[in-house]
C-alpha cells in the first residue's frame, strides 16, 4: 500500500468530519449524513483493488 493512498484517506476523513460538523450545527442533519457516506463510498473506491489483491493472494497462497 502506498503511502500517498493513506495520506489521502486521512484527508478525506479530515474534510468529511469538518464538513460533517458544519452541517449539523447548521440543522442538515441529512446533507451531512450523505457527505459521510459520501466520503466513505470515495475511500472504498479507492480500496477496492487492494482488496481484490488480498483475496487473489490468499487465494494462491491456499491452493494446491
Given at each position: 500500500?502506498?503511502?500517498?493512498?493513506?495520506?489521502?484517506?486521512?484527508?478525506?476523513?479530515?474534510?468529511?468530519?469538518?464538513?460533517?460538523?458544519?452541517?449539523?450545527?447548521s440543522?442538515?442533519e441529512?446533507?451531512?449524513?450523505?457527505?459521510?457516506?459520501?466520503?466513505?463510498?470515495?475511500?472504498?473506491?479507492?480500496?477496492?483493488?487492494?482488496?481484490?489483491?488480498?483475496?487473489?493472494?490468499?487465494?494462491?497462497?491456499?491452493?494446491?
Open positions: 500500500m502506498e503511502v500517498s493512498l493513506i495520506f489521502k484517506i486521512a484527508a478525506v476523513g479530515i474534510l468529511v468530519s469538518v464538513l460533517n460538523q458544519v452541517l449539523k450545527h440543522g442538515r441529512e446533507q451531512a449524513f450523505l457527505t459521510s457516506l459520501a466520503g466513505l463510498l470515495i475511500v472504498l473506491l479507492w480500496i477496492l483493488p487492494y482488496i481484490f489483491d488480498l483475496f487473489e493472494t490468499v487465494e494462491a497462497l491456499f491452493s494446491f
